[in-house]
Structure formats: C-alpha cells, structure tokens
C-alpha cells in the first residue's frame, strides 16, 4: 500500500490536528524506538513506515523542510537508510539514499572517507 493510501497521522500516532512539534515529537520517538541499529529485521519495516510517513508529511508541505531535523546529521542518515533499504531488498531506494549519502560527503574530512568509499561499493555491487 503506497503511502498516499495510508494516513500518516496514523502511523505516526498523532492527531490530524498535531502542530509540527508533535508530529517531529513523534516521528523522532518511533524513528529512535523502531531503528534497525536498535530492532531485528521485522521491527525495522516498521521504522521504514515511519520514515515514509514522516517523508510524505515533509513533501505534501505540511511542513516548513526546513526544520527537518533528525537525531543525526542529514548525511548520516542517508547510508542508514540505504542500508535499510538493501537489508529489505529495496535496491532503487538503497541506491538512492547511498548517492545521496556520497554527493554529501564526498568531500567530508579523511577520517570519514572510508564511509563513503564503503557507500560507494555498495552503489557499484548494486548496479548503480
């Protein structure tokens, strides 16, 4: 089911009437609780559906993008979600959080090129 079809209120747990705080509140709590770092495989898609839930909100201008703010840096979260991504055989949405990933931190300090040499790897074993 696409996520036009699915409410995101409902998968975030919060009113249609939710200020952006809550629905961040929200989204930042399930996303801490269902994280595939944290959870077995099968807890993970549920963190996949709150990511979608909360990426719709963002893109359906419900919300100032902005303040789109996650509990680590916006690169970080990129080679996360590729990550998830391929662990659940998404490989287009793997492939593009992981350029995503690299475009961002291509140039980042030395210390951190050996994440996006591994991010690149996994571009290339995918196809992309």
Not at 18 to 45: M, Q, S
């Amino acid at each position: 089911m696409s996520m036009a079809q699915r409410n995101f209120y409902t998968i975030l747990g919060v009113p249609r009437k939710a200020t952006p705080d809550t629905i961040r509140a929200a989204y930042r709590d399930l996303a801490k609780r269902h994280h595939p770092d944290r959870v077995e495989l099968a807890g993970a898609c549920r963190f996949r559906d709150v990511v979608e839930a909360y990426e719709a909100y963002v893109e359906d201008g419900f919300f100032d993008a902005s303040l789109y703010v996650l509990h680590l840096p916006e690169p970080v979260v990129h080679e996360r979600l590729g990550v998830l991504y391929e662990a659940l055989g998404d490989q287009a949405r793997a492939l593009e959080h992981y350029r995503e990933f690299v475009a961002r931190w291509a140039g980042a300090d030395p210390e951190l090129q050996p994440r996006v040499e591994r991010a690149r790897e996994r571009i290339s074993d995918l196809g992309g």
